[in-house]
């Protein structure tokens, strides 16, 4: 009698055949270089700023904290760091049209290793496919009971002044500027504050006059003002300005500056709700970046960077005036906002936290920069 023989063929992916199965970081050697794997852990975008230029993402296992973030200051804490570094990250090929953010996560990434100068590099033999971390249209409802809303934040040299335009501050052409006011203005009109405290405004009338009338203009209302320091001087310095919403606040008293470096970048201003009276005093600062700094503000290599000192000092200047900004505006309640270049574990935040005041900052809210997440913006309050 004659059998029937039943034929199943499975047809895999060539991809997928004969793939070594690792997990990244932990299985990740020179030994990978050349052969073809899949990473079998989910992996999390934590860099796209070489997307457009060279079509990379960088991967990891995890959110990288940046070093201070992490530990405490110091210069064999911060040279293993940094040599471990690199065994943390995994660059992968992508398409430099395609879109990504950060934070999105990918599983079982299939493809060939590259290993070099200590370095890793996975070109995808399937695409990957990421998701999560979906940006939204609008930001988060505040579910929270409140009546004042403040928002702070760094605008990055908003220069309105054009003949001050140049590639090294703020925007170089009229293009580029109207795409750094769009998005500007467009994220204030969303974020609807009552307050808002920026950094990094052009010194003078022009810029932040231009961020009133533009906001003013979206809104189609005349509600909104800003407090007038007196600075007439159109420079490519800037300064920190607050607007707000005359309909809910009114200011209390004169913008007050702080200490006397760059005392434009370290001011405080009180303001009144109309609705009752409270009063709440703003100290808004924008402390020494890490990007220069000679003498006793050269890079220590303990991971604060440079000018690590005259941060210090502006912090210590900050506690010490505390008390001169409560007497002057009558009123105990102080919100100190802003971007003190200084991560979690560092001089300066340390200097604050010995002062008693409270950080309010969440750490799922901190930014990520170069790769690590970083608190460089602040939201600490009096107790």
């Excluded at 290993?115 to 070109?123: E, L, R």
Aim: net charge neutral.
């Amino acid at each position: 009698m004659k059998q029937r023989l039943f034929l199943l063929l499975i047809f895999l992916p060539v991809a997928l055949l004969g793939q070594q199965k690792v997990i990244f970081p932990d299985d990740f050697n020179t030994s990978l270089n050349g052969k073809d794997v899949t990473i079998t852990n989910p992996l999390i975008i934590t860099d796209t700023r070489k997307l457009s230029s060279n079509g990379i993402l960088v991967l990891a296992a995890e959110r990288i904290q940046s070093a201070t973030e992490e530990h405490e200051p110091g210069i064999e804490m911060y040279a293993q760091w940094q040599k471990d570094f690199p065994k943390r990250i995994l660059s992968l090929k992508v398409d430099k049209t395609a879109f990504y953010r950060t934070g999105q996560q990918t599983t079982n990434l299939t493809g060939t290793v590259s290993v070099s100068n200590g370095t890793y590099t996975i070109i995808p033999k399937i695409a990957p496919s990421f998701a999560g971390n979906e940006r939204t249209t609008q930001p988060r409802e505040v579910t929270v009971p409140h009546n004042l809303k403040i928002a702070s934040f760094n605008l990055n040299f908003y220069i309105a002044n054009s003949s001050l335009w140049n590639p090294d501050y703020g925007a170089a052409s009229q293009n580029e500027f109207t795409r750094q006011r769009t998005k500007i203005l467009a994220a204030l009109k969303a974020i609807n504050a009552d307050i808002y405290a920026l950094c990094e405004v052009g010194e003078g009338k022009t810029a932040v006059q231009d961020i009133v009338e533009g906001l003013n203009d979206i809104a189609g209302t005349n509600r909104y003002a800003y407090t007038d320091n007196g600075d007439t001087k159109e420079s490519t310095y800037t300064k920190n300005v607050f607007v707000y919403n005359t309909n809910k606040v009114e200011p209390y008293k004169e913008v007050l500056t702080i200490g006397s470096y760059l005392k434009l970048r370290h001011v405080a201003q009180a303001f009144n709700l109309k609705e009752n009276q409270e009063r709440l005093i703003i100290s808004l600062n924008h402390f020494k970046s890490k990007s220069s700094g000679s003498g006793t503000d050269t890079d220590q290599y303990d991971g604060q960077g440079k000018s690590n000192n005259q941060r210090k000092a502006e912090a210590y200047t900050l506690v010490n005036e505390l008390n001169t900004l409560t007497n002057y505006y009558e009123d105990p309640d102080i919100l100190i906002l802003g971007d003190l270049n200084a991560y979690s574990r560092e001089d300066p935040i340390r200097i604050l936290t010995n002062a008693s005041l409270v950080n309010l900052l969440d750490i799922s809210l901190r930014r990520i920069i170069a790769m690590s997440t970083m608190e460089l913006s602040v939201i600490w309050i009096t107790p």
